[in-house]
């Protein structure tokens, strides 16, 4: 008998959903979610808040970092980065208990463009993490990795055997 775990892709968005999907699936539902928070403009200095769904400092910081931006952690705990000529400063906002996204010198379209890129790394930073741990979990309990296969909407599949003892 084989367990088949799909880390990310559609079955993420069924799952979020409250949907069996009969795997562990893990992936982004930003764009259901974000459609219910309202981006606000700003005059000073052309600031859009965006408040985010993003619950994990340390995963904005790490998803900056690999989109190539000097992600860095102030002493008020901010991450604070650039993106082409757009200052980015995160902020954990307690009263939502998620993090505000503030965009410097930027539009809506351009902060917005931004975010699009900012939630796509953020949901590849969780499905590494899961998929790191997911393996390591597996490997503890002995399992063995029969197959491990990448999908076109770049969902892992990895399939154990469980008839090992």
Known sequence: MSV???IGGASALLGAAGVSVGSIAVG???EALLSKLETKTSDVNNTVI???IF???NIVKTALSNL???ARVNSNNHVLGQIDEVKVECVFNSNRKAIDMFFIGATESK???IVTKIEEEYGNVIQELVYKKLKSDATNKGLTL???QLTED???VLTYNINQF
């Open 154 to 156: 770049k969902s892992i």
């Open 55 to 57: 619950r994990k400092m």
């Open 111 to 113: 902060a917005q463009n």
């Open 146 to 148: 029969e197959s491990e």
């Open 68 to 70: 190539a931006v000097d």
């Open 4 to 6: 088949v775990v799909v």
């Open 28 to 30: 982004t539902v930003a």
């Open 50 to 52: 965006y408040p985010s």
